[in-house]
Nanobody, 125 residues
Framework: VQLVESGGGLVQAGGSLRLSCGASGRAFSDYSMGWFRQPPGKEREFVAAIPWRGESTYLADSVKLRFSVSRDNGKNTLYLQMNGLKPEDTAVYYC???????????????????WGQGTQVTVSS
């Protein structure tokens, strides 16, 4: 599966953005999907995930009151709605995919085989 993120940009603190991740290749509905981000000079970190069956969603504690994750299997697209953005949300955001269920934690980047190229989100204070 090939993944392409879009929707990043520059936004003021308190603003909103919606990131999209378009998928092509094998059936999108067969993939568990995740969002990760990498702030400048830091390690890649988990943001959100939604399993291939879509029965639940997972969000990092730092974003769970502000972000939401969803998927539209008919459009082969994963979304990350980001509200109440803070300067510490500044990062390159990546979507990731793995076929069906994961063997381990949805928060672990090593569980995902496929990655997009990333989209930059910059939040000014």
């Amino acid at each position: 599966v090939q993944l392409v993120e879009s929707g990043g940009g520059l936004v003021q603190a308190g603003g909103s953005l919606r990131l999209s991740c378009g998928a092509s290749g094998r059936a999108f509905s067969d993939y568990s999907m995740g969002w990760f981000r990498q702030p400048p000079g830091k390690e890649r970190e988990f943001v959100a995930a939604i399993p291939w069956r879509g029965e639940s969603t997972y969000l990092a504690d730092s974003v769970k009151l502000r972000f939401s994750v969803s998927r539209d299997n008919g459009k082969n697209t994963l979304y990350l709605q980001m509200n109440g953005l803070k300067p510490e949300d500044t990062a390159v955001y990546y979507c990731a995919a793995e076929f069906r269920g994961l063997g381990g934690s949805y928060a672990s980047p090593t569980e995902y085989r496929y990655w997009g190229q990333g989209t930059q989100v910059t939040v000014s204070s």
